[in-house]
């Protein structure tokens, strides 16, 4: 399983942004896919998650980005996208794509809860 994120640059805050995973050797829409980022020196942090076709594709956003930030997916190109608008200084992070098709209870926030993950696209968001 290949996962490749895509999208990232520099952008003046209250810009946008929109992030790609596309996957190879897997099928998004049968798991679900997490976005998270880590900035330096933090911890990774969830940012969205896309649950799977069967469950109803339901979104969950974390609370930093929520109604800023919006995930979705594209079945007939196996990518999710992650739309990013009204960037703020403090998005600035590597951003990092994630899929399983574990079927956890909860919402899916954690990295473990995730398999495969893509390399990583740099955001930077200046002030």
């Known amino acids: 399983v290949q996962l490749q994120a895509s999208g990232g640059g520099s952008v003046q805050a209250g810009g946008s942004l929109r992030l790609s995973c596309a996957a190879s050797?897997?099928?998004?829409?049968?798991?679900?896919t997490g976005w998270f980022r880590q900035a330096p020196g933090k911890e990774r942090e969830h940012v969205a998650t896309?649950?799977?076709?069967?469950?109803?594709?339901?979104?969950y956003y974390g609370d930093s980005v929520k109604g800023r930030f919006t995930i979705s997916r594209d079945n007939a190109k196996n990518t999710v996208y992650l739309q990013m608008n009204s960037l703020k200084f403090e998005d600035t992070a590597v951003y990092y794509c994630?899929?399983?098709?574990?079927?956890?209870?909860?919402?899916?926030?954690?990295?473990?809860?995730?398999?495969?993950w893509g390399q990583g696209t740099l955001v930077t968001v200046s002030s």
């Open positions: 994630s899929t399983t098709e574990r079927h956890l209870a909860g919402l899916m926030t954690r990295p473990d809860d995730y398999t495969y």
């Open positions: 050797g897997r099928t998004l829409s049968r798991g679900t």
């Open positions: 896309i649950r799977r076709a069967g469950s109803g594709s339901g979104t």
